[in-house]
């Protein structure tokens, strides 16, 4: 923690993850420099090209060439958006880094609260979103449910409606790029990292241009993600409907012999309940086993095609 006499010393990286957003990228870039201009404290911006193939790239490299705090880490395809945040986190040299969306959604103006806030002395300071406006219904609902059920089977206090827009003090970052995780959930890992986290609370704005890149797809790939990496509830699952099927089996079984009765539709019924309970729990185990199999293969996390503007060569530092 640095006081707040001599702020202008300090370096703040924004870490922003950019994946095909060719028809916003340009606004974001002149809302940013609008905003970081107006501080004491200086400031590096780190775009992250999660292997956009149209013209984001090109549009971030003409930038740099006017503006010298801006850098740029291209990746060689889409790796997604969790692994564009910890490669930019990891090039990212400010005693604070902020991670935010490109498309404003995240808006600038709240960086000067968690700035204030990080001065009062926290370490992390999460965006808490109040509302999302102008985002499905479905999209809301169920990503409040996502983040309610997470909270409550995992062991580590994650919290809800809260996404990746967060700042973090230098030594919560320093032990983030320790955490070499295929399949990160970075916002479970910050929350994991401990120290003195406090929120503060904004309005999610529409997204004005473009469309979203988390089509369902991507979002229950997170919510996997999110649910493997913090609990292990899922796994006993299988334990505890196994342990209560045995017990329900033999009270059939006496039932039947007491009665007399055998119906064969009864007997169907509890084969498939049994057969469909078999096979999901084989599925979740397959979850979690697929990622231990791809923890254990030790690839680099992420290729990194190209970097810009970074003030000494970057290009070997990371993998
Ligand atoms: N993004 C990314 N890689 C991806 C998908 C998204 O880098 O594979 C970026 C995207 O450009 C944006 C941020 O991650 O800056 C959040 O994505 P998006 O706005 O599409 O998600 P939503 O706000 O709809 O959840
Ligand atoms: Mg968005």
Not at 55 to 76: C, W
């Amino acid at each position: 923690m640095t006081t707040m006499t001599n702020t202008s010393n300090q370096l703040i990286s924004i870490v922003m993850p950019v994946f095909n957003e060719e028809a916003l990228i340009m606004k974001t870039i002149r809302t940013v420099q609008g905003f970081v201009s107006q501080q004491p404290e200086r400031y590096e911006i780190i775009f992250v090209d999660d292997g956009s193939n149209d013209t984001t790239t090109d549009k971030i490299r003409k930038a740099i060439a006017f503006h010298p705090e801006m850098r740029l880490v291209r990746f060689s395809r889409n790796f997604g958006h969790q692994l564009a945040i910890t490669a930019g986190i990891r090039y990212a040299t400010g005693q604070a880094v902020v991670v935010m969306d490109a498309d404003l959604q995240d808006p600038p103006a709240v960086i000067a609260d968690m700035v204030s806030a990080w001065h009062q002395g926290a370490d992390v300071v999460y965006g808490k979103r109040q509302q999302r406006d102008g985002e499905s219904w479905f999209k809301k609902v169920s990503a409040k449910a996502f983040y309610r059920i997470l909270h409550s089977i995992t062991n580590v206090d994650i919290p809800v409606d809260t996404g990746d827009f967060r700042l973090m003090d230098r030594k919560v970052v320093n032990v983030l790029e320790r955490m070499n995780e295929d399949e990160p959930f970075v916002r479970g890992m910050v929350s994991w990292v401990g120290f003195k986290q406090t929120a503060v609370e904004y309005e999610r704005q529409p997204r004005t241009e473009g469309v979203s890149k988390y089509p369902l797809r991507k979002m229950i790939r997170l919510a996997m993600d999110g649910i493997t990496s913090f609990s292990n509830l899922p796994l006993k699952f299988a334990n505890w409907t196994g342990g209560l099927l045995c017990a329900a089996a033999v009270l059939t079984l006496i039932a039947a012999i007491w009665t007399g009765f055998t119906g064969t539709t009864l007997l169907l019924a509890v084969d498939l309940l049994i057969g469909g309970l078999l096979l999901l729990s084989i599925g979740i185990l397959g979850q979690y086993l697929g990622r231990v199999f791809n923890q254990s293969r030790e690839r680099p996390l992420y290729v990194v095609a190209e970097t810009m503007g970074f003030p000494n060569s970057a290009n070997n530092q990371h993998s």
